[in-house]
């Protein structure tokens, strides 16, 4: 009895030592890749529990999320063979797990290697197309575009998917930034003098508007002055005439007295008339009439 039970002891740890050989769990971040002597003979495992042939298969596992390859800054020359330093990232992924593993045995290390080599290459030939100025203007975009399509091309042979590339930074070297700084100021001097010129042009402008403003402000005030004044001096003879006429004699007397007024009001005035004359009429008539002629 205890030889039978030993027995069946031996055979179930057998049992779970190949169903734990046996059995395999493929994580839904992972590809899974089964081989049988070294040849892939699977690789669409979905996520969860599968299982093998113990010693006859045997498993590789592969990442699939998204995985990120940094680079140190690279030295390219641009179309004006200027020398710049790129800092550059990219993001790719596994896309085909057998044909990652065919091209680069499932080691990562020569996987990024074959990978920067591709994206090196593109990046030497866009930059050579364009000028410093292409470079770190608004075609930046496009140059990051049309490197990523470049080299999307030729990773998908290594079953890779490259998700994106970014240029970090665009550094230049001493003698390029000496350049290009002496026409950053050129061109920055170049749009202050414009500048300038609107500036004083529009001043300009703006005071001889205002002077021709002040020059027709002044002549609508002289207009409308001279035309008060002599509204004021109508009105004024118009009230003497109606004064003179009411009393002639009166209103004689009393341009005498304002005449006299006038001319004996100062001391040391010298006065040569006839005594006889109008002028002295109202003081020779101490009745205030004029003499009858």
Do not use: C
């Not at 070297?173 to 042009?201: F, H, I, K, N, P």
């Not at 002044?218 to 109606?242: F, M, P, T, V």
């Not at 004064?243 to 040391?268: K, T, V």
Request: net charge negative.
């Amino acid at each position: 009895m205890s030889n039978d039970r030993f027995v069946l002891v031996i055979l179930v740890g057998v049992a779970l030592v190949v169903l734990g050989l046996s059995a395999f769990v493929v994580d839904e971040r992972e590809y899974a890749l089964k081989f049988r002597f070294g040849e892939i003979v699977q690789s669409d495992y979905e996520p969860g529990l599968h299982f093998k042939m113990p010693i006859v298969n045997n498993i590789r596992k592969f990442p699939r999320q998204i995985l990120t390859l940094n680079n140190p800054p690279e030295e390219v020359i641009t179309a004006e063979k200027k020398s710049v330093f790129v800092d550059f990232f990219v993001k790719w992924r596994i896309a085909d797990p057998a044909m990652y593993y065919t091209s680069t045995g499932g080691n990562e290390v020569i996987a990024t290697g074959r990978l920067l080599e591709i994206l090196k290459a593109d990046i030497r030939n866009e930059f050579a197309k364009r000028t410093v100025r292409e470079v770190v203007s608004l075609q930046r975009t496009e140059l990051m575009d049309d490197m990523m399509l470049a080299a999307s091309q030729t990773a998908n042979e290594f079953g890779i998917e490259i998700v994106d590339v970014r240029v970090k930074r665009i550094e230049f070297s001493e003698d390029v930034a000496d350049s290009v700084y002496r026409r950053m100021r050129q061109e920055r001097a170049t749009v202050a003098t414009e500048l300038r010129a609107e500036g004083a042009e529009e001043a300009e402008r703006m005071r001889a508007e205002a002077d021709r403003q002040r020059t027709v402000i002044i002549a609508e005030a002289n207009r409308d002055a001279q035309r008060i004044r002599g509204e004021g001096d109508a009105l004024s003879a118009e009230i003497y005439a109606q004064a003179y006429q009411q009393d002639p004699e009166f209103y004689a007397f009393y341009r005498s007295i304002e005449a006299y007024r006038n001319s004996m009001g100062l001391s040391g005035d010298l006065l040569v008339l006839d005594p006889e004359g109008d002028f002295f009429r109202y003081l020779n008539d101490s009745g205030g009439r004029a003499k009858q002629p």
